[in-house]
Nanobody, 125 residues
Framework: QVQVVESGGGLVQAGGSLRLSCIAS????????MGWFRQAPGKEREVVSCINWSGGTTYYADSVKGRFTISRDNAKNTLYLQMDSLKPEDTAMYYCARGPSVTPNRCESRVVSSWGKGTLVTISS
Protein backbone atom coordinates (compact mmCIF):
# COMPACT_ATOMS: atom_id res chain seq x y z
CA GLN A 1 0.00 0.00 0.00
CA VAL A 2 1.42 3.35 -1.06
CA GLN A 3 1.63 5.70 1.89
CA VAL A 4 3.43 8.84 2.99
CA VAL A 5 3.30 9.84 6.64
CA GLU A 6 4.39 13.20 7.97
CA SER A 7 5.73 13.96 11.42
CA GLY A 8 7.61 16.68 13.25
CA GLY A 9 5.02 19.41 13.48
CA GLY A 10 4.34 21.28 16.68
CA LEU A 11 4.07 24.63 18.44
CA VAL A 12 7.13 26.88 18.45
CA GLN A 13 7.80 30.55 18.96
CA ALA A 14 8.59 32.86 16.10
CA GLY A 15 12.25 32.62 15.18
CA GLY A 16 12.42 28.98 16.14
CA SER A 17 13.00 25.86 14.07
CA LEU A 18 11.29 22.60 13.24
CA ARG A 19 12.21 19.66 11.06
CA LEU A 20 9.45 17.82 9.32
CA SER A 21 9.87 14.25 8.13
CA CYS A 22 7.91 12.24 5.63
CA ILE A 23 8.35 8.49 5.63
CA ALA A 24 7.34 6.68 2.46
CA SER A 25 6.13 3.10 2.34
CA UNK A 26 4.91 0.86 -0.42
CA UNK A 27 7.19 2.42 -3.00
CA UNK A 28 10.78 3.44 -3.52
CA UNK A 29 11.31 7.09 -2.74
CA UNK A 30 14.21 7.21 -5.20
CA UNK A 31 11.80 6.82 -8.11
CA UNK A 32 9.78 9.94 -7.40
CA UNK A 33 9.95 13.68 -7.15
CA MET A 34 8.63 14.77 -3.77
CA GLY A 35 7.23 17.93 -2.30
CA TRP A 36 5.95 19.78 0.72
CA PHE A 37 2.74 21.78 0.54
CA ARG A 38 0.82 23.67 3.21
CA GLN A 39 -2.65 24.94 3.88
CA ALA A 40 -3.43 27.64 6.41
CA PRO A 41 -6.92 28.05 7.87
CA GLY A 42 -9.20 29.74 5.36
CA LYS A 43 -6.61 29.66 2.60
CA GLU A 44 -5.89 27.50 -0.39
CA ARG A 45 -3.17 24.91 -0.38
CA GLU A 46 0.15 26.25 -1.59
CA VAL A 47 3.47 24.77 -2.55
CA VAL A 48 6.31 25.18 -0.07
CA SER A 49 9.22 23.25 -1.56
CA CYS A 50 9.89 20.39 -3.93
CA ILE A 51 12.81 18.17 -4.84
CA ASN A 52 13.40 15.93 -7.80
CA TRP A 53 14.07 12.21 -7.52
CA SER A 54 17.86 12.56 -7.33
CA GLY A 55 17.94 15.64 -5.14
CA GLY A 56 19.66 17.60 -7.87
CA THR A 57 16.81 20.03 -8.45
CA THR A 58 14.94 21.92 -5.80
CA TYR A 59 12.22 24.53 -5.79
CA TYR A 60 11.26 26.92 -3.01
CA ALA A 61 8.36 29.29 -2.74
CA ASP A 62 9.52 32.88 -2.41
CA SER A 63 7.98 33.06 1.05
CA VAL A 64 10.34 30.39 2.42
CA LYS A 65 13.53 30.91 0.41
CA GLY A 66 16.55 31.23 2.64
CA ARG A 67 14.66 29.86 5.66
CA PHE A 68 13.56 26.34 4.65
CA THR A 69 15.67 23.50 3.28
CA ILE A 70 14.27 20.40 1.60
CA SER A 71 16.28 17.21 1.51
CA ARG A 72 15.83 13.52 1.00
CA ASP A 73 17.47 10.30 2.13
CA ASN A 74 16.47 7.74 -0.43
CA ALA A 75 18.16 4.95 1.51
CA LYS A 76 15.85 5.69 4.44
CA ASN A 77 12.85 6.37 2.18
CA THR A 78 12.46 9.68 3.98
CA LEU A 79 11.88 13.27 2.90
CA TYR A 80 12.73 16.21 5.17
CA LEU A 81 11.91 19.87 5.50
CA GLN A 82 14.16 21.89 7.79
CA MET A 83 12.35 25.08 8.76
CA ASP A 84 14.31 27.87 10.39
CA SER A 85 13.48 31.46 11.34
CA LEU A 86 9.84 30.51 11.53
CA LYS A 87 7.19 33.20 11.31
CA PRO A 88 3.56 33.25 12.46
CA GLU A 89 2.52 33.24 8.79
CA ASP A 90 4.14 29.80 8.45
CA THR A 91 1.34 28.39 10.61
CA ALA A 92 -0.43 25.72 8.57
CA MET A 93 -1.00 22.04 8.03
CA TYR A 94 1.98 20.72 6.11
CA TYR A 95 1.53 17.91 3.63
CA CYS A 96 4.00 15.57 1.97
CA ALA A 97 3.29 14.75 -1.66
CA ARG A 98 4.56 12.12 -4.07
CA GLY A 99 5.18 12.92 -7.67
CA PRO A 100 4.93 16.68 -8.27
CA SER A 101 6.50 18.11 -11.38
CA VAL A 102 9.67 19.93 -10.34
CA THR A 103 11.89 22.53 -12.00
CA PRO A 104 14.01 25.21 -10.34
CA ASN A 105 11.26 27.72 -11.12
CA ARG A 106 8.11 25.73 -10.54
CA CYS A 107 6.54 22.88 -8.64
CA GLU A 108 3.26 21.59 -10.02
CA SER A 109 0.88 19.71 -7.77
CA ARG A 110 -1.61 18.63 -10.42
CA VAL A 111 0.33 15.41 -11.07
CA VAL A 112 0.75 14.46 -7.42
CA SER A 113 -0.18 10.80 -7.03
CA SER A 114 -0.27 10.47 -3.25
CA TRP A 115 -0.76 12.85 -0.31
CA GLY A 116 -0.10 12.43 3.37
CA LYS A 117 -2.59 13.37 6.05
CA GLY A 118 -0.50 16.28 7.23
CA THR A 119 1.32 17.54 10.30
CA LEU A 120 0.29 20.75 12.01
CA VAL A 121 2.80 23.57 12.45
CA THR A 122 1.83 26.44 14.72
CA ILE A 123 4.07 29.46 15.19
CA SER A 124 3.33 31.83 18.05
CA SER A 125 4.32 35.49 17.93
Amino acid sequence: QVQVVESGGGLVQAGGSLRLSCIASGFGLDLYNMGWFRQAPGKEREVVSCINWSGGTTYYADSVKGRFTISRDNAKNTLYLQMDSLKPEDTAMYYCARGPSVTPNRCESRVVSSWGKGTLVTISS
